[in-house]
């Protein structure tokens, strides 16, 4: 059993930054892919970056490439997602997700696992 809790979300102004966190507990963290997702107001949940168990390959959707980052650091169970140069388009819960050696590629119903979520509101 793995449980995920989100922390770093808050209301920000287009074009700040913020980062948030996902810390996991469980002995086994450095084998599960780490995933963020987000859903907005009236819309299905998106994916947004993936970071692979094994050799920390990174994946970003297209409407967050080159502004977030998503790390990951196995000694403290944590994984990351640093959002710069925000858009009002990014405002949503923010959700972090833990699969047991899932590809990259694997859809987000391979995910055994997943937080509560954190709210990223952006003005304009």
């Known amino acids: 059993q793995v449980q995920l809790v989100e922390s770093g979300g808050g209301l920000v102004q287009a074009g700040d930054s913020l980062r948030l966190s996902c810390a996991a507990s469980?002995?086994?963290?450095?084998?599960?892919?780490m995933g963020w997702f987000r859903q907005a107001p009236g819309k299905e949940r998106e994916f947004v970056a993936v970071i692979s168990w094994n050799i920390g390959d990174t994946y970003y959707a297209d409407s967050v490439k080159g502004r977030f980052t998503i790390s990951r650091d196995n000694a403290k169970n944590t994984v990351y997602l640093q959002m710069n140069s925000l858009k009002f388009e990014d405002t949503a819960v923010y959700y972090c997700?833990?699969?047991?050696?899932?590809?990259?590629?694997?859809?987000?119903?391979?995910?055994?696992?997943w937080g509560q979520g954190t709210q990223v509101t952006v003005s304009s």
């Open positions: 469980g002995r086994t963290f450095s084998r599960y892919t």
């Open positions: 997700a833990a699969g047991r050696m899932v590809s990259v590629f694997a859809p987000s119903d391979a995910y055994d696992y």
